[in-house]
């Protein structure tokens, strides 16, 4: 069974760190990318990042530079989102998503570019 599993959200301050992991089980995950999305309480799913299978095509949303890292161990079939200077508009579900295929960048940040989904994990962030 292919399965993505989300975990480390929680509650935190404003300014506060968190490192969310994104296990996979259930498929080669060495050759799959996997984004990130996250969805805030009202709003669409958005795009966060996005890390190929090498490490070495990484993409951002540009909101999300300079705060937000993604990065992976394909031996421990892992990818996690680090996320500094946490702000209370970081609240939302975060979700890790896998995608077999090699895309545009213009293509990377569409959810429909991604075969498995994960089911979220929740961050709060407080003011």
């Known amino acids: 069974q292919v399965q993505l599993v989300e975990t480390g959200g929680g509650l935190v301050q404003a300014g506060d760190s968190l490192r969310l992991s994104c296990e996979g089980s259930g498929l080669t995950f060495g050759m799959y990318a996997v984004g990130w999305f996250r969805q805030a309480p009202g709003k669409e799913r958005e795009f966060v990042a996005r890390?190929?299978?090498?490490?070495?095509?990484?993409h951002y949303a540009d909101s999300m530079k300079g705060r937000f890292t993604v990065s992976r161990d394909n031996d421990n079939n892992t990818v996690y989102l680090q996320m500094n200077s946490l702000k209370p508009e970081d609240t939302a579900i975060y979700y890790c998503?896998?995608?077999?295929?090699?895309?545009?960048?213009?293509?990377?940040?569409?959810?429909?570019?991604?075969?498995?989904w994960g089911t979220g994990t929740r961050v709060t962030v407080s003011s």
């Open positions: 998503a896998a995608d077999a295929a090699v895309r545009r960048a213009n293509d990377v940040a569409l959810e429909h570019s991604y075969e498995v």
């Open positions: 890390i190929r299978w090498s490490a070495g095509s990484i």
